[in-house]
């Protein structure tokens, strides 16, 4: 009799499996044709079949992968799958706020099909002369995307600027599956063990001398709580895109690309003075609302050179 399970931990050959009629986990093996020719034919978060022996007969298809591809192999590196939510974390205090990071992770979710959630964290410290988190939340606002104002070390605290907190929070994360994202020391731990009621606490893995921090392990695992799932996985927290085809970043920038198909010529690289960009020849360039698009034009500009670096023939 064949059992539905999900891979909570995986190794070359052995998989911890938590079998979902019953929520035993298991320690489980695969059939060897799982396991020919590609590493990542089982990976965490996969839905799989096992028989009475626990041995993992059928992976079943996968909503969304979180992958890279590794340039110098041309490969195809999954890490985990069937994640439903990314959290966002940032600080708006130390470490500063950085959009451009905001906005890699939200390629990477756009990329893989993940809904992402913006969390301001440390709001106890902010700063209005520092940050504009307004602007910031209506650049967020601008593609649908719902912003929290938490605290994570300060539970009761009340929200000031945006709609949503900490409790708010909670309610999108409970049953589902997420992963969080963010720079080190913007306070990840701390929320999830905040978001979870303490049932989920995560041992940071940034170790060494001060300010040469550095992640000891890449290997990825689920983290489980009544509440909530979490898709723990070091391995994919780098903020680079070298990987992506400079010709398809426009497509994970869905507020530009709409504006950029109306440019003259095909190959515009909406540049000031450029003839016939939409960006600059249809906007008014003193609205607000131009200025929130312009930064995110920014924000893709600087992909678009760091991505051009690697020749595209390399990533296909």
């Given at each position: 009799m064949l059992r539905k399970a999900r891979v909570f931990k995986s190794g070359k050959r052995e998989f911890d499996c938590k079998v979902l009629e019953t929520s035993?986990?298991?320690m489980a093996t695969a059939l060897g044709n799982l396991l020919k020719g590609d590493e990542n034919s089982i990976v965490v978060g996969d839905y799989v079949m096992i028989d009475e022996k626990n041995t993992i007969v059928e992976v079943l298809p996968r909503t969304?992968?979180?992958?890279?591809?590794?340039?110098?192999e041309q490969k195809k590196k999954v890490t985990a799958s069937n994640c439903e939510l990314m959290v966002i974390v940032s600080s708006v205090s130390r470490p500063e706020y950085k959009r451009g990071i905001v906005d890699r992770f939200l390629?990477?979710?756009?990329?893989?099909?993940?809904?992402?959630?913006m969390v301001f964290n440390k709001m106890d410290e902010y700063d209005p002369s520092v940050l504009d988190i307004k602007f910031e939340f209506d650049r967020m606002n601008n593609l649908g995307i719902e912003c929290f104002?938490?605290?994570?070390?300060i539970p009761d605290?009340?929200?000031?600027?945006?709609e949503l907190g900490l409790e708010d929070l909670k309610q999108r994360l409970h049953g589902k599956t997420s992963i969080f994202l963010g720079q080190s020391g913007v306070g990840k731990s701390k929320l999830i063990s905040a978001t979870s009621d303490g049932k989920i606490t995560l041992l940071s893995r940034d170790v060494g001398r001060v300010?040469?921090?550095?992640h000891t392990t890449t290997w990825s695992e689920i983290v489980d709580s009544d509440a909530m799932s979490l898709i723990d996985s070091p391995g994919i927290r780098s903020f680079g895109v070298?990987?992506?085809l400079e010709e398809e970043l426009i497509t994970y920038f869905p507020d530009l690309e709409e504006g950029a198909v109306q440019c003259k010529f095909s190959n515009c690289n909406h540049e000031e003075g450029t003839a016939g960009c939409f960006f600059y020849s249809k906007l008014d360039q003193n609205a607000y609302e131009t200025e929130l698009i312009m930064s995110r034009l920014e924000s893709f500009k600087r992909m678009k050179e760091e991505i051009?670096?690697?020749?595209?023939?390399?990533?296909?």
């Open positions: 035993e986990m298991v969304n992968e979180m992958f890279r591809l590794i340039v110098r390629v990477r979710a756009h990329q893989w099909g993940i809904r992402p959630l104002e938490v605290s994570a070390a605290y009340k929200n000031q600027y945006l300010g040469k921090g550095k070298e990987d992506l051009s670096q690697t020749p595209s023939y390399l990533k296909r």
